[in-house]
Structure formats: C-alpha cells, structure tokens
C-alpha cells in the first residue's frame, strides 16, 4: 500500500519558520522525485520545490531563497523547510511523488497539511 504522510503545518507569524516531514510507506524517493505543491485559499495548485533521486532541487521563484528541500533516503523521508514565512505562504501543502518532477507527473499524494502565515 503505498502512502504519503505529511507533518510540521500549523500557524506561525510572519517572518517565523516551519517545518514539513512527509514519510513515504510502498514508494521508494530514490526511484524518482518528490516534491512540495500547495493550494492557496481560493486559488488552483502551485508547484513549490521538487528533488529529484540524484539531488537536484527546483523552486518556484516564489519560495527561492526562503525554503528548502531535501531528503533523508534512509527514513524515505521529504523535507521542506521554510523560513521568512509571508502571509502568501498561507496553502495547504502536500507532498507528492512520481516519475518526473512535473505536476503531471505527481501520481501519489499526501493528504495535506494546512500552513497558516
């Protein structure tokens, strides 16, 4: 059974930092690429960050600079790390897995987590 959990959202003041954990069961990160996507309130899905199993990371330019992905392939874990936090971020982020990093190509999802700037 494969499945994303994620954890860290919550309510932070702006300029405060969060952390997001997404732990994967039946899906392997080293397979392919795992990334962060979130949903404003009221608006359609946005690509945040993505790395791929060799390492490469990607970032929205709205979140360059300020957040951080990684992966700890051991615990096949995702992590975003945010810092600066503007009331912007406010979404709920899910962590997604697939083939290639492009939001077409995202077939497992987390359940979300609600961040609130």
């Known amino acids: 059974h494969v499945q994303l959990v994620e954890s860290g959202g919550g309510s932070v003041a702006a300029g405060g930092s969060l952390r997001l954990s997404c732990v994967a069961t039946?899906?392997?990160?080293?397979?392919?690429?795992g990334g962060w996507i979130r949903q404003p309130p009221g608006k359609k899905l946005e690509w945040v960050s993505s790395?791929?199993?060799?390492?490469?990371?990607s970032y929205s330019n709205s979140v360059r600079g300020r957040f951080t992905i990684s992966q700890d392939t051991s615990k096949n874990t995702l992590y975003l790390e945010m810092n600066s936090l503007d009331v912007s971020d406010t979404a709920v982020y899910y962590c997604?897995?697939?083939?290639?990093?492009?939001?077409?190509?995202?077939?497992?999802w987390g359940q979300g987590t609600q961040v609130t700037v």
């Open positions: 997604g897995a697939g083939r290639y990093c492009s939001l077409s190509y995202i077939t497992i």
């Open positions: 039946g899906y392997d990160y080293s397979s392919g690429c």
């Open positions: 790395i791929t199993a060799s390492g490469t990371t």
